[in-house]
């Protein structure tokens, strides 16, 4: 199982950017699929975008076309890339990693905030 950790939240402008990263510790990391997701209070979990292996990559219609997600193979890091945030984009940030034969990890998450 990996262990992932997520990093690069925090408060910023509407209007405004953060990039966040997903680093992991394992041997799986770089053949897996991995997701961010982001859960705010009362609502459920959202899928927001994925990378696989092979660098292929899907979005939400949420945030498409405003965020990027990007894999650094040699640094074992998966970034998702936010810009023109929202005060709706405010939530807890989380990625997943799963591996081809089903086994998933999760990082702890990191709070982004969207206030002026």
């Known amino acids: 199982q990996e262990q992932l950790v997520e990093s690069g939240g925090g408060l910023v402008q509407p209007g405004g950017s953060l990039r966040l990263s997903c680093a992991g510790s394992?041997?799986?990391?770089?053949?897996?699929?991995i997701g961010w997701y982001r859960q705010a209070p009362g609502k459920q979990r959202e899928l927001l975008a994925r990378?696989?292996?092979?660098?292929?990559?899907m979005y939400a219609d949420s945030v498409n076309g405003r965020f990027a997600i990007s894999r650094d193979y040699a640094k074992n890091t998966v970034y998702l890339q936010m810009n023109s945030l929202k005060p709706e984009d405010t939530a807890v940030y989380s990625c997943?990693?799963?591996?081809?034969?089903?086994?998933?990890?999760w990082g702890q998450g990191t709070q982004v905030t969207v206030s002026s």
């Open positions: 394992g041997s799986t990391f770089s053949i897996s699929v």
């Open positions: 990378i696989g292996s092979g660098g292929s990559t």
């Open positions: 997943n990693a799963r591996t081809i034969w089903g086994v998933e990890s």
